[in-house]
C-alpha cells in the first residue's frame, strides 16, 4: 500500500511566523511532489511542485525534498491569516495515480 | 495555471435519482481524468480514473454501476451518480493532469451533492 503520510493537526502559528508542514511517504519509485491548499469548501489548489532533492522557493514558499529519508516539507515564511487553510502532501509515479496524504490543517492566529 | 471547470458547483436530489456531474478541461486536452470523493474534515479518496475513449479504472471498493464514469472527449469526462441515497452525499471533484506542464494536476472546482 503506498502512503502519504502527514500530521492532521491542527498546527497554529501567529501572523508573521513560519509554518513548517511536513510529510513522508512509503513509495520510493514516487519521482514528483506536490502541495495542495484547501480552503473549506473549495477544491485544492496546486501551490508547489518539486522534483529533486534540495530546496525550491516561490515567493514565501519554499519545498524541500529529501529522497533518501522519503520526506518532503513546505515552509511558509511569514505566514498570514489567509494561509489558514488545509495543505495537502501529494506524490507521484510516473504512469500510476497521485497519492495524496490526509492533510495537515494550518491556523495562522492574528 | 491549466484551467479544469467542474460542474454543477451545488447540486441537492431526492433519494433514489440520478445526478450527473460534467468536468471539463479548457485549455488543454486530457486523455485522463480522476474523480474524487472526499467527506467532510477527511482527504480526497480518488475514485476511479478515467480513460477517453475507454474504460473506466476504479478503485477497489466503488461501485461502477452506481457511479458511471463517460470520458467521450479528450477535454470532457461526465460521473453520473444513480440512484443516489443519502450516503452519498458527499464533495466531488476532479482533475486533470496537463501534458504540456510535466505531470501537475489541476483539480475543478468541487460539486456538493446533497442526497434528501
Known amino acids: 500500500q503506498k502512503e502519504v503520510e502527514q500530521n492532521s493537526g491542527p498546527l497554529s502559528v501567529p501572523e508573521g511566523a513560519i509554518a513548517s508542514l511536513n510529510c513522508t511517504y512509503s513509495?520510493?519509485?514516487?519521482?514528483?511532489f506536490f502541495w495542495y491548499r484547501q480552503y473549506s469548501g473549495k477544491s485544492p489548489e496546486l501551490i508547489m511542485s518539486i522534483y529533486s532533492n534540495g530546496d525550491k522557493e516561490d515567493g514565501r514558499f519554499t519545498a524541500q525534498l529529501n529522497k533518501a529519508s522519503q520526506y518532503v516539507s513546505l515552509l511558509i515564511r511569514d505566514s498570514q491569516p489567509s494561509d489558514s487553510a488545509t495543505y495537502l502532501c501529494a506524490g507521484y509515479n510516473y504512469g500510476q495515480n497521485f497519492v495524496f496524504g490526509p492533510g495537515t490543517r494550518l491556523s495562522v492566529l492574528p | 495555471g491549466a484551467v479544469v471547470s467542474q460542474h454543477p458547483s451545488r447540486v441537492i436530489c431526492k433519494s433514489g435519482t440520478s445526478v450527473k456531474i460534467e468536468c471539463r478541461s479548457l485549455?488543454?486536452?486530457?486523455?485522463?481524468m480522476f474523480w474524487y470523493r472526499q467527506f467532510p474534515k477527511q482527504s480526497l479518496m480518488l475514485m476511479a480514473t478515467s480513460n477517453e475513449g475507454s474504460k473506466a479504472t476504479y478503485e477497489q471498493g466503488v461501485e461502477k454501476d452506481k457511479f458511471l464514469i463517460n470520458h467521450a472527449s479528450l477535454t470532457l469526462s461526465t460521473l453520473t451518480v444513480t440512484s443516489a441515497h443519502p450516503e452519498d452525499s458527499s464533495f466531488y471533484i476532479c482533475s486533470a493532469r496537463d501534458p504540456r506542464v510535466n505531470t501537475e494536476a489541476f483539480f475543478g472546482q468541487g460539486t456538493r451533492l446533497t442526497v434528501v
Open positions: 513509495d520510493r519509485g514516487s519521482q514528483s
Open positions: 485549455d488543454f486536452q486530457a486523455t485522463t
